[in-house]
């Protein structure tokens, strides 16, 4: 089963897995095989011997062309349709991306990849209200390098189970008194209190909070989080391949 789906930036949604009968917009044949994770591994000889010491795999940025083919319907121009698509390519940004959707037989689906364009949208060639179809090629870059599984939450005691391809740094959304949040590690610290909605983000890039431990949770491993009254973590799982 494969249904994938364009949200673009300022919300215009197509099956691009459809027909021509049910969207304006499609993927050709072929046009998504190379949005897939860019993998590399850091691997260290075997001193005096043959082979390499397997390292941990990363995955840089995902950064490709996609071709999608436009069809305007019965009755309407396709200088619209290609208009609303160029725009909302054009407006993607890393806070406001276009997304594919992806659903597949894969377990952690639908899972998504999250994109922008990567440099300059190539220009128009022909006037498009003189067509009936048209493709249009767009430069994509998905930064996070690997497509996301929806945001899983839970209070209180908290079980984070990796079942995706790269380590997971959860979130903590709360309001109120606040309280003590004890890490996998054992190690605690104290999130203070908060008159509106307030977000924690573990991650050691963007964690902001004075005395906050930044803990993940490896692939394939599991970690525990204890919460005070009133916090809620929030997680999701980073998958290499989302296709199957």
């Known amino acids: 089963m494969l249904n994938v789906v364009l949200i673009t930036a300022l919300g215009d949604k197509w099956r691009l897995s459809g027909t021509d009968r049910d969207s304006e917009v499609l993927a050709p044949y072929g046009s998504l095989v190379e949005l897939r994770a860019n993998a590399s591994r850091s691997d260290l000889p075997v001193p005096g011997g043959a082979g390499v010491l397997p390292g941990v795999r990363r995955f840089g940025p995902i950064s490709t062309e996609l071709e999608f083919y436009l069809k305007a319907r019965d009755g309407e121009d396709l200088e619209d349709v290609h208009r609303r698509l160029r725009q909302g390519w054009a407006a993607a940004t890393p806070d406001n991306p276009c997304v594919i959707i992806i659903e597949s037989d894969n377990p952690l689906s639908p899972l998504t990849f999250e994109l922008v364009v990567d440099g300059v949208l190539p220009g128009v060639a022909v006037d498009m209200r003189r067509r009936s179809a048209e493709t249009l090629t ?5 930064f996070d390098g690997v497509a996301k599984s929806s945001v899983m939450t839970g209070k209180g005691t908290v079980t984070v189970t990796n079942y995706g391809d790269v380590s997971v740094w959860p979130k903590i959304r709360y309001e ?22 307030t977000i924690i983000d573990l991650n050691p890039r963007v964690l902001r909070l004075e005395g906050a431990f930044p803990e993940s949770v490896p692939p394939g491993a599991t970690g525990v989080w204890v919460l005070p009254a009133g916090a809620q973590l929030e997680w999701t799982l980073g998958v290499a391949d989302p296709w199957s």
């Not at 767009?138 to 998905?142: A, G």
């Open 176 to 197: 109120g008194a606040g309280g003590v949040v004890t890490n996998p590690s054992g190690a605690k610290f104290t999130i203070p209190r908060a008159a509106e909605e």
């Open 138 to 142: 767009v430069p994509v870059v998905c």
